[in-house]
């Protein structure tokens, strides 16, 4: 498997900003969706955004109108730029990809590869 790997994670404070990036070679392209997961300490790994083949996007009621998620082809890199931190974000972050022309729900099961995590940290 081609290897999925996160970059950008941090500590700020809240009502700040962070830019994680994924190099994510061989992944970027109609033929995968592409997604982020975080999972906070004690709790399930849960869903924040995918992006499938075609650039349409889909977002995690907690993070919606905070977070945006995006490809940069030329690059072969998944993109989150989270805004507007709040402490409840705080989280080790992944991304991660499917095989799929259509969309893939945002549940971890569905997703066949995995980065190694960053970690997102946000203080009040």
């Known amino acids: 498997q081609v290897p999925l790997v996160e970059s950008g994670g941090g500590s700020v404070q809240a009502g700040e900003s962070l830019r994680l990036s994924c190099a994510a070679s061989?992944?970027?392209?109609?033929?995968?969706?592409m997604a982020w997961f975080r999972q906070a300490p004690g709790k399930e790994r849960e869903g924040v955004a995918r992006i499938n083949g075609f650039g349409v996007t889909s977002y995690a009621d907690s993070v919606k109108g905070r977070f945006a998620i995006s490809v940069d082809s030329a690059a072969k890199t998944l993109i989150l730029q989270m805004n507007s931190l709040v402490p409840e974000d705080t989280a080790m972050y992944y991304c991660?990809?499917?095989?799929?022309?259509?969309?893939?729900?945002?549940?971890?099961?569905?997703?066949?590869?995995w980065g190694q995590g960053t970690q997102v940290t946000v203080s009040s």
């Open positions: 061989g992944f970027t392209n109609s033929r995968y969706c």
């Open positions: 991660a990809a499917a095989k799929s022309l259509g969309w893939v729900p945002l549940i971890p099961g569905f997703y066949t590869s």
